[in-house]
Each structure stands twice: as structure tokens, then as C-alpha cells.
């Protein structure tokens, strides 16, 4: 069974900086289209970061272009989210997922149709 685990979620003070990890189990992460998902509380799920198989060039959604970061290692099977500058609208569960099919980076952050899911770490960006 495919498994993507979270990990790096916590409490923060604004400003500070996050580093999420995903480590992804059951298949090779190298030819896989990954990406960063969240939602806050009463809110629906958004594409934060996202990064196409084929795709040179990661898309961010806006807010936190710039600030936010999206790696992978294929070594290791992790893929990363570096949240830099945190603000308190950075509060929510941020989700990694992979899909095997996607190519283009902002069309799955924006269609979010991904076949594989993790179950979410919590962010809390607060002072």
C-alpha cells in the first residue's frame, strides 16, 4: 500500500521558518509529479507548490512565491516544503501528494487531482 507521511508541522512565531518532509513508501519518487496542498480552518484545500514531472520550473501559488520552497530528494524518497518568512495566513494542514500521470506544475496545483495522499501535518503560525 502507498504511503506518504508528514512530518515537520508545528507551532511557529511569525517570521520564522518550517522545513516540511514527506517521505513517500511503496514506489520510487523520480518520475512522480509531487506537491504541497493546504487548508485552513473553513477554508477549502489550495496549491501551495507544486513541481510536474516533466516540468523545469516549480509553480507557487502567489502568497507564497518567493518565500516558499518545493525539493525533492529521490535518494532518499522525501520530498520537502522550505517555508520561510512564515505569516499567520500560513495557518492550516499542509498535505503532500505524488501522481505519476501530472507534467505541468501549476495545472496539478490548481486541478489538485493527485493519486497519492498523505494525511496532513498541522501549521500553526502564531505568536
Known amino acids: 500500500q502507498v504511503q506518504l507521511v508528514e512530518s515537520g508541522g508545528g507551532l511557529v512565531q511569525p517570521g520564522r521558518s518550517l522545513r516540511l518532509s514527506c517521505v513517500v513508501d511503496?514506489?520510487?519518487?523520480?518520475?512522480?509529479?509531487i506537491g504541497w496542498f493546504r487548508q485552513a480552518p473553513g477554508k477549502e484545500r489550495e496549491g501551495v507548490a507544486c513541481?510536474?514531472?516533466?516540468?523545469?520550473?516549480?509553480y507557487y501559488k502567489a502568497s507564497v512565491q518567493g518565500r516558499f520552497t518545493i525539493s525533492r530528494d529521490n535518494a532518499t524518497n522525501t520530498v520537502y516544503l522550505f517555508m520561510n518568512s512564515l505569516k499567520p495566513e500560513d495557518t492550516a494542514v499542509y498535505y503532500c501528494?505524488?501522481?505519476?500521470?501530472?507534467?505541468?506544475?501549476?495545472?496539478?496545483?490548481?486541478?489538485?487531482?493527485?493519486?497519492?495522499w498523505g494525511k496532513g501535518t498541522l501549521v500553526t503560525v502564531s505568536s
Open positions: 501528494a505524488a501522481d505519476p500521470t501530472h507534467t505541468e506544475s501549476q495545472l496539478m496545483c490548481v486541478h489538485q487531482d493527485m493519486d497519492y
Open positions: 511503496r514506489f520510487t519518487l523520480d518520475y512522480y509529479a
Open positions: 513541481s510536474g514531472s516533466s516540468d523545469a520550473n516549480a
